[in-house]
């Protein structure tokens, strides 16, 4: 069965530090999507970034970058140089080869940059 | 503003009840999804729609139904409301599939089961 882990509950820094959220996942598919979502306090939902099981290549957006390793089954997700905008609820999701197909997303990480 | 706009924002009923919530995607989308984020639950997905058929289907409750008419927008449809059904609502939409297109959400429906 699909699976996603998100080993840190809450974490919380201070402005100005680099964090990885850490993302780990099971699967039996050969074929899958990996996601990051952001739930900030106000508490909409907001797509970070997707990525396909055959990309491993590391991407970077701004302060963000993720790191995809396929050999760990982890999906990790850094904030450089964090800000206290980025305080927010994180969450990783596995996806099928067709979106929604053993969709399961983690349980989150509650991030909190203090000032 | 995602461009995605759900109705209404919140929601009381009682057990028992039906209710029906509303999403209108980006000018564009032809994609649909339903989510559900409860306390027990955390966040799953419901369901798919794409440019009017049913895609993919998630963790939805026979009790649920949803469907996309031919303006695109969405309807979700839940009955015989139980206190678990609590719970806030997502829906997003995206041009194509989410394997390759970004996701946009909506605001969220927050329905209250009394």
């Known amino acids: 069965a699909q699976k996603v882990t998100q080993a840190q509950t809450e974490i919380s820094v201070v402005e100005k530090e680099d964090v990885t959220l850490d993302c780990v996942y099971e699967?039996?598919?050969?074929?899958?999507?990996l996601f990051w979502y952001k739930q900030p306090p106000s508490g909409e939902l907001v797509f970070l970034i997707r990525?396909?099981?055959?990309?491993?290549q590391n991407e970077i957006s701004g302060r963000y970058s993720w790191n995809f390793q396929k050999s760990t089954s982890s999906f990790n997700f850094t904030i450089t140089a964090s800000q206290v905008v980025d305080s927010a609820v994180y969450f990783c999701?596995?996806?099928?080869?067709?979106?929604?197909?053993?969709?399961?997303f983690g349980p989150g990480t509650r991030l909190s940059v203090l000032p | 503003d995602s461009g995605v706009t759900q109705t209404p924002k919140h929601l009381i009923t009682a057990t028992g009840q039906r209710v029906t919530l509303r999403c209108s995607p980006r000018?564009?989308?032809?994609?649909v999804y339903w989510y559900q984020q409860s306390l027990d639950q955390g966040l799953q997905f419901l369901i798919q729609?794409?440019?009017?058929?049913?895609?993919a289907k998630g963790n939805i409750l026979e009790r649920f139904s949803a469907q996309q008419f031919p303006d695109l927008h969405s309807e979700l449809n839940l009955s015989s409301l139980e206190l678990g059904d609590s719970a806030l609502y997502f829906c997003?939409?995206?041009?194509?599939?989410?394997?390759?297109?970004?996701?946009?959400f909506g605001p969220g429906t927050r329905l209250t089961v009394t």
């Open positions: 997003a939409s995206s041009v194509g599939l989410a394997g390759d297109y970004e996701q946009y």
């Open positions: 699967t039996r598919d050969t074929t899958y999507y």
């Open positions: 990525r396909n099981s055959f990309d491993e």
């Open positions: 999701a596995l996806s099928g080869d067709n979106y929604g197909q053993n969709f399961v």
């Open positions: 000018s564009g989308d032809l994609s």
């Open positions: 729609y794409y440019n009017g058929e049913e895609r």
